[in-house]
């Protein structure tokens, strides 16, 4: 393909992020996220006229066969019914389109000198809850924060919330690309 690319479509687009990223390498970006309020977040955060966004499923993306160049989906794939989905990528993608998704395994490993261990645990506690609870009960958020920071500096023997500290993440990058 030529620079710009055609057509990109970014399917579980949450905020944006990825989908902003793509905006300078197409002549087109479409985000498509079923939550409105993210699309709506995406929609505040976009400055591209070439980037648009939309409500609705994975696997039924509004636009026509065979006019997609790049799919992507960012940490989204598992809520995903994959047959529809793939069903779905194969109409859409054009012949040598591509499909890549990618995302992290929920296995976070927190590194600091010899308590990595429990670091390691302590954000196994309070990670899986912090989202919901920053939507639901921000105040209980901030404390929850708030607790694992003094957790982690007092494993850490220090008093510096600037303390660097190395998280550990699993990667997973699926490519394919449609057959000419």
């Not at 939309?54 to 039924?60: F, G, K, L, M």
């Not at 992507?72 to 047959?83: G, R």
């Not at 859409?92 to 670091?119: N, R, W």
């Not at 919901?132 to 901030?142: C, G, V």
Request: proline share 7%; hydrophobic share 40%; charged share 20%.
């Amino acid at each position: 393909f030529s620079k710009p690319y055609g057509f990109a479509v970014d399917v579980g687009c949450g905020t944006g992020q990825n989908t902003r990223i793509l905006a300078p390498y197409f002549k087109k970006v479409l985000g498509i996220d079923i939550s409105e309020a993210q699309a709506e977040e995406a929609k505040k955060a976009t400055v591209s006229p070439n980037v648009t966004y939309s409500i609705c499923p994975a696997e039924e993306v509004p636009v026509p066969d065979a006019s997609v160049d790049l799919l992507t989906s960012s940490i989204a794939a598992h809520y995903f019914t994959i047959e529809p989905f793939l069903k779905e990528v194969n109409r859409i993608l054009k012949p040598g389109g591509c499909l890549a998704i990618f995302t992290f395994l929920p296995s976070i490993e927190v590194h600091y000198k010899d308590c990595s261990e429990q670091m390691t645990q302590v954000f196994a506690e309070t990670y899986p809850m912090y989202p919901i609870y920053l939507e639901t009960k921000p105040e209980e958020a901030k404390e929850m924060m708030r607790t694992a920071e003094e957790r982690f500096l007092q494993l850490m023997g220090t008093s510096s919330s600037e303390t660097e500290v190395e998280v550990w993440l699993q990667n997973v990058l699926v490519l394919a690309s449609k057959p000419q």
